[in-house]
């Protein structure tokens, strides 16, 4: 590549917003075309902290100066608590930050993506020659792609083993993995590890030989301020950098900044709900109302946590081993999941609760897969420092709360079943509460984000969606968004395998139009 921080002096044919998990992998892809100049832009910089790259380190990477540690409103379905939302701001973005679990998601969780497009490029067979292309699943061969997704069975705790035993037990079918199109199972999770160190986008996708190509510039350490149109048209980017501002200007702009910032930079720059815009003191140029609207995130209950009989030895992963998805109310019912629970080889649990020794408990996760909830996220001024507004409106619906109510019960079923005798003493949290009152007094205070925000870029055929089948913003001609903000419903698990494939998708679509042009 150009050293970072290369500002194009001219016209790129390829700009791309944030270099986060879609945004490095659209800048390797794209740049393969020798005959194609692409810039990606960032607002962080290649990090090196070695936390990074050890799995078990990951909760401490939170809050740290490559966070961009957003806060959300106060929650009325959460006991009135803020939270908390980690997002990386480096090369690689949240991938570096992340869990490392690594699901494609059921294949029921495209439906709506297909129905509200009428695209089959979004379903799972439509998507599946991208999950394939991107994943190394440690068969080796020619086809392997770039990121690694490691089977952990060898590596998981004997307490994990247990809980996968325990799930039999009570019904549920063992899985080789959570990525082969049945979900509703118990088995360990498949994560981006290799060798005993976290994967990153970056690694993956951003090699030292993709980086020396001299049709790719990476700037860093620099923000996008606002979209300039000219008509129905991008003129230019006015990012902010080391050494002032400068314009960029592309034929194609690739919006990947996540499904905050992305339409927070199209509000700034005057594309969004008119009233929001007014009010931020932003004048409104193109008048979106479906932008930041549609938010989404799952939530965990961190709270049901077990004494243990004996010491617990820590994981040589990253404490959340294992991931049993279900239906609410039957450990036996097959087809898409309604709840899950994550066996939990530590005492994790809110800041509402104060955590046992590590070593001396466990605790399960438990959580709902496809919440109802739909919140949204507001600019409140024109710059890039003015805060934003976001309000995910958890479990703001009574659908939301009974799934969670039902995936508690779950978790205490399995926690409290014969098969974890080796493992049990007592249950901690949440003791004795047994009415629905109770139960959702507990989760409210119990409810962690599971940082999956997606939805408020949406794609869609109807008049509210904001980017179209192809990911095109609908108002403007060279612009396209390419991250979660575009998926309209969440998938099942972890929403980064849909994240990377959506990407590819659209990168195979981009390349086969030019072929055709």
């Known amino acids: 590549m150009g050293d970072a921080n290369r500002t194009t002096g001219s016209k790129a044919d390829i700009a791309i917003i944030g270099g986060g998990s879609a945004g490095a992998l ?11 100049r692409v810039v990606l832009i960032e607002a962080g910089t290649d990090e090196t902290d070695p936390d990074i790259w050890n799995p078990a380190a990951w909760p401490a990477l939170q809050g740290r100066s490559y966070d961009w540690d957003y806060t959300t409103t106060p929650q009325q379905g959460t006991a009135g608590r803020i939270h908390h939302w980690a997002r990386g701001r480096m090369i690689g973005g949240s991938s570096c930050l992340h869990a490392m679990g690594y699901m494609r998601g059921h294949p029921d969780d495209f439906k709506p993506w297909t129905e509200a497009t009428g695209d089959a490029r979004w379903s799972w067979d439509g ?65 981006n590890i290799k060798d005993g160190k976290r994967v990153t986008v970056a690694d993956a996708w951003l090699t ?13 350490g ?7 149109t000219d008509g129905a048209r991008v003129d230019r980017l006015e990012v902010v950098g080391p050494e002032g501002t400068t314009q960029i200007a592309a034929e194609t702009i690739l919006l990947c900044a996540g499904s905050l910032e992305s339409p927070a930079l199209l509000m700034r720059s005057g594309i969004g709900p008119g009233d929001v815009l007014e009010a931020a003191g932003v004048d409104c140029l193109i008048d979106m109302p479906g932008i930041g609207q549609n938010l989404q995130d799952h939530l965990l209950g961190a709270g049901n946590v077990y004494a243990t009989r004996k010491h617990l030895p820590p994981s040589k992963l990253q404490h959340s081993e294992s991931m049993c998805y279900m239906k609410a109310g039957d450990f036996t019912a097959t087809g898409q999941p309604d709840i899950v629970v994550g066996c939990g080889v530590a005492p994790i649990v809110s800041e509402c609760f104060e955590a046992p020794e590590p070593g001396t408990a ?66 901690i949290f949440p003791g004795e509460m047994e009415t629905d009152a109770e139960l959702d007094d507990f989760i409210a205070k119990a409810a962690i984000t599971h940082h999956h925000p997606c939805g408020t ?7 509210a969606a904001v980017v179209d089948a192809d990911l095109k913003l609908k108002a403007l001609d060279n612009l396209y968004v390419v991250d979660a903000s575009v998926m309209p419903t969440l998938t099942a698990g ?8 959506v990407a590819e ?13």
């Open 494 to 501: 972890p929403i980064h395998a849909a994240v990377l494939a």
């Open 127 to 191: 998507l599946l020659p991208a999950f394939e292309a991107n994943e190394d699943r440690e068969t080796g061969g020619p086809d392997a792609g770039p990121l690694t997704v490691h089977q952990t069975d060898a590596d998981a705790s004997p307490l994990t083993h247990a809980f996968i035993e325990t799930g039999m037990a009570l019904g549920l079918k063992r899985l080789h993995g959570h990525n082969d199109g049945e979900m509703i199972g118990v088995t360990p999770n498949a994560m």
């Open 362 to 427: 466990f605790s399960f996760l438990f959580g709902v897969t496809h919440p109802t909830s739909r919140g949204s996220l507001r600019i409140t001024g024109p710059e890039l420092g003015d805060p934003l507004i976001i309000d995910p409106a958890y479990l703001s619906t009574e659908n939301d709360r009974a799934k969670f109510r039902a995936a508690l019960k779950a978790a205490r079923t399995i926690g409290s079943h014969a098969g974890l005798d080796e493992w049990r003493d007592r249950e």
């Open 222 to 228: 620099s923000r996008v301020r606002r979209i300039v």
């Open 505 to 517: 998708t659209f990168t195979r679509t981009m390349i086969a139009n030019a072929r055709e042009a």
């Open 457 to 463: 870029c949406r794609m869609g055929k109807d008049e």
């Open 208 to 220: 030292e030989d993709v980086r020396a190509r001299e049709n790719l510039t990476i700037v860093t």
């Open 26 to 36: 659209l800048a390797a892809r794209l740049s393969e075309d020798a005959g194609r």
